[in-house]
């Protein structure tokens, strides 16, 4: 069994967090210029050598991760924040999913430099290396675990710094400060990144498809490929899952059944922009997902052409087999994955996250729900 | 108002319905290929109810086991009857253009028995399929009828058919191994028929049945027949190893003049036969004039450089350049010496040719050709601040092939530079003083590419620009998708000219259309029932054959239906280039047969199974890919060889397909197995499956993997930079055959889906 610090006094801990708390909003404040508008691949790049490259030096150290306990994904930074998840601990595995940036996994097991991970929200299970996930420092974890998520819905990616960091279309990061038009959302290495409202849906308040559609066109020419969901490459199904995740939908699952599931069924006669397209391939193989963007118009990723358009012409229709459509609300709200997190989160930082719960609540009722959830969580980790 | 102006507007009205019965919305479908829209139901109806004219139709589209199915269906309802004869006649071909011989023999017997249809041609038919699927039992009765149909060969019911019955006397012969026969029969027909397609072949075995006998003479001179006169055949170069290996010399042949031997090396590096051609140009130099040598020499720099004998082709080079050093050879050897340093990445070197070049030849050709090929190895070099003033000095130059090329690589290098409007503008010039470049289509996408972000119309007139011009090319097919990422939807009438009007067509449907031609009568009939290669022979005997558009056409259908798809496809690039660049989709103005013809699709069903059972545990891949590929490697030939010793439709080196074969299967696969469509197939599509698989899924790097092999496109593609588009990628490779390769497979993919997969379920 392992050993467990002894909590500090509640008062100190306090103090030390509003400290630190004042401390990261001067370094990592709202200083920076967030991109503007959708761009393309080298636009990204371009666009991030505006931001001072000096602010990777303001960046945590990486935290190991530990076994037992949640982490986040701190992704390939310079390709584009996020990491391959493989079926087995080795490099030439099968890709069951990418981790983007800030996902939240629970860790199972460790062989070497791989961990055994699952996405909070069970999307997925597999196996990531250790080096792309991060416990986080105090102040990150507690964001993550408290805070309301948005998901960036600027394609392919967000630049962080000048120094080539990216933030990836569809990554789904918890709000650190905010005002009417921009938001500061927090990144798992401690810095925040500042971007505009109406570039970001808001995790238990998700958008339509059509949301994350008009900023899609960053990923046209990607390439297609197994298990991809990132900007640097999607399957299918990881195409729509990246696009839900754009829209704000959370605890999406990859599994194309387990995605489908979540779709109600419409008929062809009744379909509308932002539907899902089920479409057939040859012989017995899955069918192909192909999101409807208008009325003609479809979105893939396909093996021939990566993501691309293709007309809802005579051919596509001859391949339909059925038609579902995403409802614009989450089934899974942000309850779940806050229980979750308090429940994996050591006893230290329990007590932290109850006192900053009660302080912070502006609503009884809210934060008696959430101390019982708390407490619960607390008894079936015990 | 007067009675004039009345009719003036009654007129003007009536032409305005017209315009409008023209141009008005009408039945979509009709203008599509009606062959495209069938279903899997219709296929089945079509089989339980469809006629002999249905069946040569569905052959045609690939559906063979439909085909089969009503024609069978036609034969054992009709036993002894005309139709029924007819229908086994068919059959029979289909089977023996699909090899299977062992089972049209007992078809063929049926319609010799009953002597009522085509009977010479059905005898014909018989033999071939005897000795091709060496049927040992029954090789005794074919030399019997062909000995017998040769001799009454004035009787037969073409002139034609006694050159056939001549070699197939000899080919049983020889699988019967009764080389006294071949040897007399073999004489006989190159004394005849000294130059036919079959007379390679004849020659050969006559050679061999000669040697086998222990006449030396004869051998001799037939091998040096073989070998002086017809290199380019599958049989010289055994021919001339025999000849120098064994006794026998030719006693009549003289002894060759060094011209004489220049001449036959030039005809040696025409077929890639190089080191037989260096042995030829090493006799040649030594024995020749000044002239001769400094030919020989130049000549020489060529094959080593073909050979890869890269420090080789630089030292003669270096010869050459020292005994000639004003001559044209110096010249083109300079250039080509400059191509074997950029091999060995000799930047000096190069430099040092480039300098000699434009001292000794100021102001040439030469000299700017030399200077772009050193600009380019820059380029390739990430030397682009050194690249660019030399492209652009080569741009300004008077010789188009080069100064268009010039201008492609000008507009890549600022582009990675960074450099846009620099890109733009010499794409813009290249299209403006270059409109008939090889280029034209890259630079009309990529032109559109680098301008839809600021200009979105200049962008789409581009884009429908490559539509109309270039709709079945790869350029078309992205401008295609390129126009919906801009809310534009290309509709089916705006793909091709829709101007240009297609010759006539001759249906060969009635045998009295060209009175006092035998041959063309004899066409027609042999057509209608299924012996496509017996009517071409007829039709190519014509004289207006190549000339007249309506007979060629008819001729390439023949020809792909009788399952020889690649002269199909070089007759098309002969006589209708125009249409395979930019030929409407509306079959209104370009038959559906001419998409036939120009994209073959035999063994649809083997490709089809091939790819169900490769996609059971790998990657997806499509049908359409597989004959796109195929068509790419051997134009639907299943005898096909390349130089380097690939084999068969989809061109697998036959180490490389036994060690597949022991991975899949555990058994093994010998080179000749290869040949059979069956087994290429199956192997060749789990091979492709595999590198899609290497790829995660991706087709562009394991299409690539395909034409450049493995260990390049994994460089290539894990160097690449993560955020550069599929188009970017393509355009970036730096093999130029691969380039190439790729382009062209995926725009065939995509021209092999609407052809044959518009409306219907593949595979369903």
Redesign the interface.
């Known amino acids: 069994m392992k050993s467990r610090p002894r909590p500090r006094p509640l008062g100190l801990i306090w103090i030390a967090f509003t400290v630190s708390a004042l401390l990261s909003r001067e370094l990592c404040g709202g200083s920076r210029d967030p991109a503007e508008g959708p761009i ?3 636009a ?3 666009a991030g050598r505006d931001r001072p490259c000096a602010d990777a030096g303001v960046r945590d150290r990486r935290i190991p991760a530990k076994v037992g306990d949640w982490a986040l994904v701190w992704g390939r930074w310079e ?2 924040g996020w990491a391959d998840v493989l079926e087995s601990p080795n490099r030439d595995a099968n ?1 069951i999913a990418q981790a983007l940036l800030g996902d939240r996994v629970e860790v199972l097991g460790q062989r070497g430099d791989w961990m055994e991970v699952i996405e909070l929200e069970r999307s997925w299970r597999g196996w990531i290396q250790a080096a792309h996930l991060t416990y986080g420092s105090r102040r990150v974890r507690r964001t993550f675990a408290t805070k309301p998520t948005v998901a960036l819905a600027t394609s ?2 967000l630049p962080i710094d000048g120094c080539g960091s990216l933030a990836p279309y569809g990554a789904q990061l918890p709000v650190a400060d905010g005002s009417k038009t921009r938001l500061e959302v927090q990144l798992p290495d401690g810095r925040r990144l500042d971007v505009k409202r109406s570039q970001v849906a808001l995790t238990d308040q998700p958008k339509s498809i059509s949301f994350a559609l008009a900023n899609v ?1 960053g990923l ?9 969901n990132s900007p ?2 999607v ?1 299918g199904v990881g195409l729509v899952y990246l696009i839900l995740r754009a829209s704000g939908h959370d605890g999406v699952p990859r599994e194309p059944a387990a995605l489908w599931g979540r779709a109600t069924p419409v008929s062809s006669g009744a379909m509308e922009p932002g539907d899902i397209l089920l479409l ?6 899955p069918p ?1 997902p192909a999101i409807l963007v ?1 009325d ?2 479809l979105l893939e990723a396909s ?4 993501v ?4 809802l012409d ?2 596509t229709r ?2 339909l087999r059925e038609v579902r459509r995403f409802s614009g609300t989450s089934s899974h709200a942000g309850w779940s994955r806050l229980g979750l997190a308090m429940r994996a989160a050591p006893s230290h930082e329990r007590d932290l996250l109850l006192l900053f719960i009660v302080l912070t609540s502006q609503n009884a009722a809210l934060a008696a729900l959430l101390l019982v959830a708390c407490h619960r969580g607390i008894g079936n980790s015990d | 108002m007067s009675r004039i102006a009345r009719c003036q507007r009654l007129l003007l009205c009536l032409c305005l319905m017209l315009a409008l019965a023209r141009c008005g919305p009408s039945d979509e479908g009709e203008h599509r290929p009606r062959g495209l829209a069938w279903t899997s139901e219709q296929l089945e109806q079509l089989a339980r109810t469809g006629t002999h004219d249905d069946a040569n139709q569905l052959f045609r589209m690939g559906e063979v086991p439909t085909a089969l199915r009503i024609l069978e269906r036609i034969q054992q309802q009709d036993p002894s009857g005309t139709a029924g004869d007819e229908a086994r006649l068919t059959i029979a071909t289909i089977l023996m253009s699909q090899r299977r011989y062992t089972e049209a023999v007992p078809l063929l017997d049926q319609v010799v028995k009953n002597g009522a249809v085509a009977p010479d041609y059905a005898q014909e038919l018989l033999v071939e399929a005897i000795v091709e699927g060496e049927i040992g039992e029954r090789l005794g009765s074919a030399m019997a009828i062909a000995a017998a149909q040769l001799k009454r060969r004035g009787e037969l019911q073409s002139p034609l058919l006694g050159e056939r019955f001549a070699a197939l006397l000899v080919k049983a012969a020889a699988a019967a191994k009764d080389q006294a026969r071949v040897c007399t029969a073999g004489a006989q027909y190159l004394h005849e028929w000294p130059n036919t397609p079959r007379s390679d072949e004849v020659r050969w075995l006559t050679a061999r049945a000669f040697d086998y006998l222990g006449r030396d003479a004869d051998t001799g001179n037939l091998y040096a027949e073989i070998w002086f006169q017809t290199p380019e055949s599958p049989w010289a170069k055994q021919a001339h190893e025999r000849l120098r290996s064994g006794p026998r010399r030719s006693t009549g042949a003289h002894p060759m003049t060094s011209a004489e031997r220049l001449a036959f090396a030039a005809r040696l590096q025409k077929v890639g036969l190089h080191e037989e051609a260096l042995d030829e140009l090493q006799r040649a130099g030594s024995s020749g004039t000044p002239e001769d040598q400094v030919r020989a020499l130049a000549m020489s720099v060529d094959s080593l450089l073909a050979l890869r004998k890269n420090r080789e082709c630089v030292q003669t080079a270096a010869r050459l350049r020292s005994l000639a050093p004003g001559s044209t050879e110096a010249a083109a050897a300079g250039l080509l010496a400059i191509q074997a340093l950029r091999r060995t990445n000799d930047l000096e070197a190069i430099r040092e040719w480039t300098a000699w070049l434009a001292r000794t030849f100021p102001d040439s050709a030469t000299a700017v050709e030399a200077r772009y090929s050193l600009a380019t190895f820059l380029q390739n070099s990430d030397r682009r601040d050194e690249a660019i003033p030399l492209l652009v000095s080569v741009s300004q130059a008077q010789a188009q092939e080069i100064a268009d090329n010039a201008l492609w690589k000008l507009a890549w290098a600022y582009r990675l530079e ?1 450099r846009n409007a620099e890109a733009r503008a010499a794409l813009e010039r290249m299209l403006a003083e270059f409109p008939e470049s090889g280029f034209r289509k890259a630079a009309l996408y990529w032109l559109a590419r680098f301008t839809e972000l600021q200009d979105r119309t200049a962008a789409v007139k581009l884009y429908r620009t490559l539509l109309r011009e270039y709709p079945q090319d790869y350029y078309g097919h992205e401008a ?2 390129n126009l ?2 801009l ?1 534009e ?2 509709e089916w009438s705006d793909f091709g000219d829709q101007k240009r009007e297609f010759p006539v067509i001759d249906p060969l449907d009635d045998p009295t259309r060209r009175p006092a031609t035998d041959a063309y009568a004899r066409a027609v009939s042999l057509a209608k029932i299924g012996l496509f290669s017996f009517a071409a022979d007829e039709l190519e005997t014509l004289p207006d054959a190549e000339r007249d558009p309506s007979l060629a056409f008819a001729l390439a259908d023949l020809r792909t239906r009788s399952g020889d798809t690649w002269s199909g496809v070089e007759i098309l690039k002969h006589s209708f280039a125009d249409f395979l660049v930019s030929g409407s989709r509306d079959t209104r103005v370009v038959p559906e047969d001419f998409w036939y013809i120009a994209y073959p699709y035999n063994y649809r069903s083997l490709i ?1 199974d091939a ?2 059972e490769a ?2 545990d790998s ?5 359409a ?1 597989v004959a796109a590929l195929i068509r790419m490697e051997s134009r639907f030939l299943p005898s096909a060889v390349s130089p380097v010793g690939a084999v068969g439709l989809m061109q697998l080196m036959p180490g490389t397909a036994e060690e597949l074969a022991r991975k899949v299967t555990g058994a093994s696969v010998t080179r000749a197995e290869l040949f059979e469509p069956e087994i290429n197939i199956r192997y060749g599509t789990r091979y492709l499956a595999d590198r ?1 698989t290497d ?6 790097p394991a299409i690539c993997s395909y034409n450049a092999g493995v260990r390049p496109v994994r460089r290539w593609w894990e160097a690449r ?9 393509i355009e970036s490779i730096p093999f130029e055959d691969t380039r190439r390769y790729v382009k062209q497979v ?1 725009g065939d ?2 021209n092999y ?2 052809i044959y ?8």
């Not at chain 2, 930079?721 to 990628?729: A, C, G």
């Open positions: 393309g691949g080298a990204a790049t371009a390709a584009g890709r392919p990616y066109n046209l020419r990607r390439p297609f490929q197994t298990g991809g640097a490459a399957d057939d391939t040859f012989g017995s193989q192909s208008t003609r118009i093996p021939a052409s990566g691309n358009f293709l007309p005579e051919l001859s391949r | 960074g295609t998708r919906l990422a809310q939807v290309a089809e790819v169900r996609g059971l990657a997806q891949i499509e049908p890919l899609v790829f995660r899924g991706e087709w562009f930079r993560l955020d550069m588009p599929m188009d970017e990628f995926l993919y995509r889906q609407w997969y518009q409306g219907h379920r593949g595979g369903q």
